[in-house]
């Protein structure tokens, strides 16, 4: 098993006071709500629903490259190699400087490319002929009697 490090997602702004721009104040404490459930659940093994989770997140939050790597993981788990690859290369364009999603974006590169090879070796072998049936053994010389009279 492979290890990828999730990142806390927060909101982008913290949002203080009680009706500072409700709409914006209760955005952000539902994308954090979604955000916390799914690393919740994502804790407990259940990455269908934390990607549910997050993908709700991203609805509020779609710049947060801190999402889009949780994602990714959760994708990698899954082995949903392309999700993960695509999620992981949108946190990179939106926050080339996160070093933990360049990291685990190098640690599911080398994964990756194994998978790939194991795949491209199997697929060789399945387009190899058969090895040829062994030959069957010399009939016994005509004329010749065993036992004889």
């Known amino acids: 098993m492979f290890f990828r490090r999730l990142l806390a997602a927060g909101a982008a702004g913290v949002c203080t006071g009680a009706l500072w721009v409700s709409g914006v104040a209760l955005a952000a404490s539902s994308s954090r709500d979604q955000i916390r459930f799914g690393a919740e659940m994502a804790r407990a093994g259940n990455w269908g629903e934390a990607i549910f ?5 991203l609805e509020a939050e779609p710049d947060n490259a801190r999402l889009y790597n949780n994602l990714a993981v959760a994708y990698e788990t899954r082995g949903e190699w392309a999700l993960a690859e695509s999620a992981y290369k949108k946190a990179l364009v939106l926050n080339p400087g996160l070093q933990e ?23 060789a072998q399945q387009d190899q002929p058969p090895p040829a049936a062994p030959a069957q053994p010399p009939a016994a010389p005509s004329g010749s009697h065993e036992g004889g009279r």
């Open 53 to 57: 989770r997050w993908k709700k997140a």
């Open 101 to 123: 999603v360049r990291e685990n974006f190098a640690l599911f590169q080398s994964f990756y490319e194994q998978v790939r090879r194991r795949k491209l070796g199997a697929a």
